[in-house]
């Protein structure tokens, strides 16, 4: 079996009004607590890295069950919500994601069919996913667009 292995590295001073940085292989960035939770809002926050993990993870999943199941498309754009809350302490309560997928084909009943099921392996292979699955309620709410 192979593993695989993911480096970050990272600075933080202060407090919920503190600020730091993140630098992985392909990515560096500014951190701090979003202002909607009396932080400095500057950069990116664990929540947006969090809901970026999720939907790149899941667009880029999707991308390879559509292949796999001869689903031929153009593109796939993903727009992602999320909510935490302070029920309980603060948490990520749930993430939709709302994929359109773009086809090179006439959608019919049978398409839409093989596709739900596509949009559904997908959430279940994202390995995103299943780090968060049992602390986070996941959906997915679909569009597909096809041509004429």
Aim: proline residues 3%; charged residues 20%; hydrophobic residues 35%.
């Amino acid at each position: 079996m192979t593993d695989f292995h993911f480096e970050l590295n990272g600075s933080w001073s202060g407090s919920w009004d503190g600020e730091g940085k993140i630098q992985t292989n392909g990515l560096l960035s500014a951190i701090s607590v979003d202002r909607a939770m009396s932080g400095k809002g500057v950069g990116t926050n664990p929540d947006e890295l969090l809901i970026s993990a999720l939907a790149s993870c899941y667009m880029i999943t999707l991308g390879i069950r559509l292949k796999k199941e001869k689903v031929t498309y153009r593109h796939i754009e993903i727009q992602t919500k999320a909510t935490v809350t302070k029920k309980g302490g603060l948490h990520f309560e749930k993430v939709t994601h709302y994929p359109t997928v773009y086809l090179t084909e006439p959608i019919s009943d049978a398409l839409t069919e093989h596709l739900n099921t596509c949009i559904h392996k997908a959430e279940q292979d994202c390995v995103i996913a299943k780090a968060v699955k049992g602390n986070v309620a996941i959906s997915v709410e679909p569009t597909f667009i096809g041509e004429p």
